[in-house]
């Protein structure tokens, strides 16, 4: 092995060593954002490894697509964090055009004389890769409202799909039995493209983050076969890691909504199945300062945020508003929902991001059992995740899915704009309960305005 190639294999050892500890420190708030810095550094290193590849021979393209690249990627970061998740989409979907066209190159290149494995992985590649890049832009288009968010379902879709299926995994076996018959081969890259469109369509866009989770596990596979055929083991080990870390979290988003992955993938969630609880009465309007004597009278008090805390960016006023009541000797506490927001986690970054002690965050399993218990449960811009009915009517769409149970607590606040409904596009009964005021404003003026009344009580 020459110098260049032992460097090489050196960074790729230690970028991969990076990406297994940094996913390891992803897993708890206190290291996650060590563990960001150490993937990313992960990946600087693998990049600055494959610059000493001995096959390249000229940079001038490499520098031209890292000037492209980085002209694109950078204003991309600069994203509000709610647009955070059709961001991660389009991210996905050129991630896995990548990885298609470095199968579609080296089929061009090599053509059918690369051993029957590296076909396989090369199909599976070109495959999982190209359905990826459709599925993630309709994913992007759905969440940034520029389709409609509601499933696009039509009579006989599923035996549509099915057949789109089939037909891109015989082509699939054809052309894996008569490798130089490229046409199987570029039929199988059409039919990807038009599945993924074909499977992301009837996904409403409150499952969006599962099936983009979904998408970033086969744009992993897909990487993981990239490797697998230019014989690069960075890509095989990060892409397996992606890939499979992917499909995990799909299963826990489900689990905390209480649906199964092929419910998520073909039940069409948003469109009109079950029913809701037909909501009667008014909803009851609070002032702030009957507001501001509840919480500066109260022993304990819950906040429990929600997607309107992202959109008011109000993460900073509740961290301001705890403090006040803290020093007032109230104890304040944060029930955390794992599918509160648009993105798993979203509500933790928020409230790390303003400093809010992690000892105060509770999971939904702890608060639940503490909310009879509290004096004042403020909503800050939560809806699907408080909604009694997923609890209380099993005809609801969102039936069975676990909720934190505010409506259990002495007195509930519930700061939001005006009426507007959840995610799922499901109507309220909390809203509508004896126990519970409606504090109508944007949630970040609410909750200065809030913290200055308490001050003067
Ligand atoms: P939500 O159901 O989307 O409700 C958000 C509420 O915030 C709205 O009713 C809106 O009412 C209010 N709001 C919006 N902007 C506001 C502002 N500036 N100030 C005050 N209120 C504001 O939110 P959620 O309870 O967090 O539920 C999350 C939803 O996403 C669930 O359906 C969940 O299943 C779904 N989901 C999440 C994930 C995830 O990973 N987090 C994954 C899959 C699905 P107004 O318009 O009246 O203000």
Redesign the pocket.
């Known amino acids: 092995m020459s110098n260049a190639q032992y460097f090489l294999e050196a960074t790729y050892l230690i970028a991969s060593i990076l990406f297994v500890l940094g996913l390891k420190s992803l897993s708890h708030p206190d290291t996650a954002r060590r563990g960001m810095i150490m993937a990313a550094m992960g990946m600087l290193a693998a990049v600055l490894g494959t610059l000493f590849h001995p096959d390249i021979h000229n940079y001038l393209y490499i520098a031209i697509g890292l000037i492209l690249g980085s002209s694109i990627g950078i204003p991309m970061a600069m994203v509000p964090m709610t647009a955070m998740p059709q961001r991660t989409a389009l991210s996905h979907a050129f991630g896995a055009l990548a990885a298609s066209m470095v199968g579609i190159a080296e089929y061009v290149i090599h053509g059918a004389n690369m051993g029957g494995v590296k076909m396989g992985a090369l199909g599976l590649e070109v495959m999982l890769g190209s359905l990826t890049v459709t599925g993630s832009l309709v994913a992007a288009a759905k969440l940034q409202e520029m389709m409609r968010g509601t499933p696009i379902m039509f009579k006989g879709q599923h035996f549509v799909n099915l057949g789109i299926f089939l037909g891109m995994i015989t082509c699939l076996v054809l052309w894996l039995l008569n490798p130089t018959t490229a046409i199987y081969f570029y039929i199988v890259v059409g039919l990807a493209f038009v599945f993924g469109v074909m499977l992301v369509i009837p996904i409403g866009a409150?499952?969006?983050?599962?099936v983009m989770s979904l998408l970033n596990s086969y744009a992993g596979l897909s990487s993981a076969a990239t490797g697998f055929v230019l014989g690069n083991n960075v890509l095989i080990i990060a892409g397996t890691l992606d890939g499979f870390s992917g499909f995990i979290l799909s299963i826990l988003?489900c689990k905390a909504?209480n649906r199964s992955i092929t419910n998520v993938l073909f039940g069409g969630f948003g469109a009109v199945v079950g029913t809701e609880t037909g909501v009667a009465g008014s909803m009851r309007e609070v002032g702030l300062d009957d507001v501001a004597v509840q919480l500066a009278y109260a022993n304990q008090v819950v906040f429990v945020p929600?997607?309107?805390?992202a959109?008011?960016q109000?993460q900073h006023a509740v961290r301001e508003l705890g403090n006040i009541l803290e020093e007032r000797g109230v104890a304040v506490k944060y029930g955390i929902?794992?599918?509160?927001?648009?993105?798993?986690g979203?509500m933790n970054v928020l409230l790390a991001e303003a400093n809010v002690p992690y000892s105060q965050l509770y999971e939904m399993e702890q608060i639940n059992p503490e909310l009879p218990s509290t004096d004042v449960a403020v909503v800050?811009?939560?809806?699907?995740?408080?909604n009694p009915d997923a609890r209380d009517n099993p005809k609801s769409p969102?039936a069975g899915?676990p909720i934190i149970e505010v409506d259990r607590a002495k007195s509930v606040i519930v700061?939001?704009?005006?009426?507007?409904?959840?995610?799922?596009g499901l109507e309220n009964p909390l809203f509508f309960k004896s126990v519970t005021g409606m504090l109508y404003?944007?949630?970040?003026s609410?909750l200065t305005n809030l913290a200055q009344a308490v001050q003067k009580v």
Not at 337 to 344: D, F, I, L, S, W
Request: cysteine-free; aromatic content about 4%.
């Open positions: 409150a499952d969006m983050p599962v988003m909504m929600g997607y309107g805390m959109t008011a109000a929902h794992p599918v509160a927001g648009r993105m798993p979203h800050i811009g939560a809806n699907d995740v408080v969102i899915m700061l939001k704009r005006g009426k507007g409904k959840g995610f799922s404003g944007d949630a970040k609410s």
